[in-house]
């Protein structure tokens, strides 16, 4: 039988389990890490999800600012049909 504390041996097995211990951490942090990624991913699309309703109602009246020059989008078509 093997003794585990002969000089030749002990080297292996202290490596051994502290290469057994770290990836065990690593394991451990990847874990926590992609947790901590779901939560937050969860928490942002309830956060965008929480938007009021009329949040964007005064924004329905704008028409597209550059092209048109800020003018409201009914008054434009008005001008087209002219």
Known sequence: MVTL???DMLWL???NILLGLAVIL???LVVLNL????RSNRKKRKAVA???DDYLAGLKDLGVTLPD?????DEMDE???S
């Open 5 to 7: 504390l002969e000089p």
């Open 13 to 15: 097995i202290t490596v």
């Open 26 to 28: 690593c394991i451990v």
């Open 35 to 38: 947790t901590r990624e779901v």
């Open 50 to 52: 929480q938007v009021p």
């Open 69 to 73: 020059g800020g003018k409201r989008i």
């Open 79 to 81: 001008e087209e049909e």
